[in-house]
């Protein structure tokens, strides 16, 4: 394997499958048969999954509430997820913790640190939950700090398509993938990677970012292999 400790970055979205709204079992099962095979090679996985299949803090406050309750709203349901994942990669008897940011103790542990990075180091999957724990950011954002508190080797962002394009290639077919970017390029073609915030803070820490389709089978494998399969963002 390239990278020996992964972040693995998965949008709430990703979980829905087939369905418009909320988790799919058959989702949960597929991602976690994939962390599997990644872990199994010795790979240490730390996980942030977003909350867009239940609830943006954005589609609140565009609905007349409060931004800062509504977006408390949406970590709130990136626990719902985490929680999800925990228990779909416990049933393929990948051992997980969730951590989360917003502290609630019945439910899984707070986040801290050197924790996380011990359970790393034990083989255990740490899937972070509740973002930053702080309103107006977003789960990217979270990720690409989380991917730096661990010392990872790369952030992994999984979506649709196999990597950054021109244009959008749901809806041309002539779009190219770009094989590698650099920050500067993303951020100044406004390229559709993840938040600015979030690549942004990747930038000052010259954190590599890759972007890969996590829909095709054996894809986190190949991603953590090293294999081209996507865009690789530095600098
Ligand atoms: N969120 C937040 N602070 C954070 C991370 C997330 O307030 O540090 C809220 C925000 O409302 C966001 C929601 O949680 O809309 C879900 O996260 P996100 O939109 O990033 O999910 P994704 O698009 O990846 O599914």
């Known amino acids: 394997m390239k990278y020996n400790r992964i972040l693995l970055k998965i949008s709430g979205e990703a979980l829905m499958g087939e369905d418009c ?6 989702m949960i099962q597929f991602v976690a048969s994939e962390i599997k095979q990644v872990h199994s090679q010795g790979v240490q996985l730390g996980l942030v999954i977003g909350a867009g299949n239940i609830f943006r803090g954005m589609a609140g406050a565009a609905s007349g509430m409060d931004r800062a309750n509504a977006d408390n ?4 349901a990136t626990v719902m997820n985490a929680l999800a994942m925990q228990d779909g990669l416990e049933q393929q008897l990948v051992p997980a913790r969730v951590m989360s940011a917003i502290p609630m103790q019945t439910v899984c542990e707070p986040y801290i640190r050197r924790r ?3 359970h790393l180091e034990k083989g255990r999957v740490v899937i972070f939950a509740a ?3 702080n309103p107006y ?3 990217d954002t979270a990720a690409v700090l989380r991917a730096l508190e661990i010392n990872a080797d790369v952030i992994m962002k999984a979506t649709r ?3 950054v394009y ?3 290639p749901e809806k041309d077919p002539q779009a190219v993938r770009f094989d590698t970017l650099s920050y500067t390029r993303v951020l100044q073609e406004n390229l559709r990677v993840m938040d600015a915030a979030g690549i942004s803070l990747a930038r000052d820490s010259n954190l590599p970012v890759f972007v ?3 829909k095709k089978q054996g894809n986190i494998v190949r991603a953590a292999a090293g294999e081209n399969i996507g865009t690789l963002i530095t600098r």
């Open 116 to 118: 996380a990075l011990r």
């Open 73 to 76: 709203m949406g970590m709130l």
């Open 161 to 163: 398509v196999d990597g």
């Open 21 to 26: 709204f909320g988790i799919s079992p058959e």
């Open 212 to 214: 890969f389709n996590m």
């Open 137 to 139: 950011f977003t789960t």
């Open 131 to 133: 973002g930053t724990g």
């Open 166 to 168: 021109d244009r959008d």
